[in-house]
């Protein structure tokens, strides 16, 4: 690592020695201490599923919605793209603000500013409306993994951090999975504006949960920045995070926002039976949160350079090359939901070594910079994908989402230098 990204955090001994006295001050051997060593980060898991309830229940409807609103696939992906870009710009940013100010004020007025966004999507009919409401969602939802990270480093040792972080992000492929089951029968019975108006009051039932039952005292670190401190791109471990995670988990975004397309369009399934199978490739997602989580834990703790795991998960994701050789809806959703837990072990590892590799006052801005960088791909890959599929070119499509990641893994390695040592 370059001498000027060392000098910006605290010794390796310090940090060491401020984890392990919390472990002591927690008390975890004891069971009620234990459970609220882990609360936090299961609160964030919460707060990840609201934010893919809010986000999937767009794509979930999308056919009904549609033909409603006598939208083409491109014009659904334009909107989609909104959300993209807006995510985009708000992770980094909410990363330097929740470093700044902390998670317990961060996270509420993020919450807020989404959820008044996402229900005001029952009140729009318009292709502008949607996109400036997209865009105002995906900028709250920016917070969402930044707090995860930054919460479970916070109030979790060295040893137990990646699976705090697989809970607190698990909750997006949990999110995803049931949202399909929630929101699809409110839409045929009341309407699609219904779903919508359903996720407004969940978002302030999870802002009145967080602030009182999340012991904010009790974590481990209380560190902020001086200063908001935005990410500088002109750093190899940026662009290095950036390329795993950004192109490593690419497929969670096309899976999640155009395999209902794919469904109905290449296989005939109606709304009501996209209800049925929707939350099986999100299945994968979530197990992959908690097995990629133990095994970095295991076996990659502390390792700043795991080569042998990016490799193995690069070509892991190589199956949905095929998806299209298959009319079997079976297969089709068992090779998707293989991707998406695939893709799973992407997000984590990249988080446990970008975060080794950036001061721990700065674990939020780690966050932002690889969901950030996630988005910035999937708002440019994703209209081009949503042409591939107006032009039936769904094999042109699946193909070049397998194989990004192959690239990632390659851009990972020749950007992180051999002999660069853990930050904490």
């Known amino acids: ?43 964030m898991l919460l707060c990840s599923l609201l934010s893919y309830l809010d986000r999937q229940t767009l794509a979930i409807l999308s ?7 006598h939208w083409n696939a491109e014009t659904y992906s334009q909107v989609i793209s909104a959300f993209s870009l807006a995510y985009m710009l708000g992770n980094p940013v909410w990363g330097a603000v929740l470093d700044r100010i902390g998670v317990r004020r961060g996270m509420t007025l993020a919450v807020g500013i989404w959820t008044i966004a996402s229900g005001a999507h029952a009140l729009l009919s318009g292709f502008l409306g949607f996109a400036v409401a997209r865009a105002l969602l995906g900028f709250g939802e920016g917070a969402t ?26 909750g997006g492929s949990l999110g995803a999975m049931i949202t399909p089951i929630l929101v699809t029968p409110i839409a045929v019975a009341h309407g699609w504006r219904a779903a919508f108006a359903v996720t407004g009051v969940a978002g302030l039932l999870w802002i009145v949960l967080w602030l009182r039952t999340v012991d904010f005292r009790s974590f481990a670190s209380h560190r902020q920045t001086s200063r ?43 709304q009501t039976e996209l209800g049925y199978v929707l939350w099986i490739p999100p299945l994968g997602w979530e197990i992959g949160y908690f097995f990629w989580g133990w095994l970095a834990d295991r076996y990659a703790a502390g390792n700043p350079r795991p080569t042998w795991l990016m490799f193995t998960l690069a070509l892991l994701g190589t199956p ?34 970008g975060a080794l ?11 932002g910079i690889g969901a950030g960088s996630w988005s910035a791909v999937v708002a440019v890959v994703l209209p081009m994908l949503g042409g591939m599929f107006d032009a039936g070119r769904h094999d042109t499509a699946f193909q070049l989402v397998s194989v990004l990641p192959l690239l990632g893994a390659a851009l990972w390695w020749l950007l992180t230098p051999p002999n660069r040592r853990a930050a904490a």
């Open 357 to 367: 590799a950036y001061p721990p006052e700065q674990t939020a801005l780690v966050a």
């Open 145 to 170: 993994f930044p707090g995860g990270l930054r919460t479970a480093t916070d109030s979790l040792p060295l040893d137990k951090r990646a699976r705090g972080i697989a809970i607190a992000y698990s």
């Open 228 to 270: 908001l401190t935005p990410p500088n791109a002109l750093e190899r471990r940026f662009w290095s995070l950036a390329a795993s995670y950004a192109l490593g988990a690419l497929p969670l975004g096309p899976i999640l926002y155009l395999a209902p397309l794919y469904l109905s369009q290449a296989l005939g399934f109606t």
């Open 320 to 353: 949905l090359f095929a998806v299209t050789a298959f009319d079997e809806p079976a297969i089709v959703l068992a090779l998707m939901f293989w991707s998406m837990f695939v893709a799973a072990g992407f997000v984590v590892v990249s988080l446990q070594v």
């Open 1 to 43: 690592m370059q001498a000027s990204e060392r000098k910006s955090g605290p010794t390796d001994s310090t940090h060491t020695r401020e984890m392990n006295e919390s472990t002591t001050r927690t008390g975890a051997v004891q069971p009620r201490s234990a459970w609220r060593l882990w609360w936090p980060s299961m609160a």
């Open 63 to 69: 056919p009904m919605m549609l033909a409603d609103l």
